[in-house]
């Protein structure tokens, strides 16, 4: 599986794509733990203190957010796309 990063999640992970296996059935917390795991710096970028998403990251599944689906409980599978923004600034 391949989750695509944006902005400053780029320069964490070192490039604009992170390739992951997934087990089927996963939920996505599975899937950016082991996102945390290779780029420890994610989790402080991603996550609160309490393991929730941070306000203004957004996480996508096949272009929809998981705020609209099952939050950090939404299963996926190996051929999902997932697309991970952080906040962005603009003006």
Same mark, same amino acid.
């Given at each position: =599986?391949?989750?695509?990063?944006? !902005?400053?999640?780029?320069? +964490?992970?070192?490039?604009?794509? $992170?390739?992951?296996?997934?087990?089927?059935?996963?939920?996505?917390? !599975?899937?950016?733990?082991?996102?945390?795991?290779?780029?420890?710096? =994610?989790?402080?970028? *991603?996550?609160?203190?309490?393991?929730? +998403?941070? @306000? =203004?990251?957004? $996480?996508?599944?096949?272009?929809?957010?998981?705020?609209?689906?099952?939050? *950090?409980?939404?299963?996926?599978?190996?051929?999902?796309?997932?697309?991970?923004? @952080?906040?962005? !600034?603009?003006?």
């Amino acid at each position: =599986m391949d989750i695509k990063v944006f !902005a400053n999640f780029r320069e +964490i992970c070192g490039g604009k794509k $992170v390739e992951l296996k997934v087990d089927g059935g996963q939920e996505i917390q !599975a899937v950016l733990d082991e996102l945390i795991e290779r780029f420890p710096p =994610m989790e402080e970028e *991603l996550f609160t203190p309490d393991k929730q +998403i941070k @306000p =203004m990251v957004h $996480v996508f599944i096949n272009g929809r957010n998981i705020i609209h689906l099952n939050g *950090l409980e939404t299963k996926v599978s190996d051929e999902d796309q997932i697309a991970l923004f @952080p906040p962005v !600034a603009g003006g």
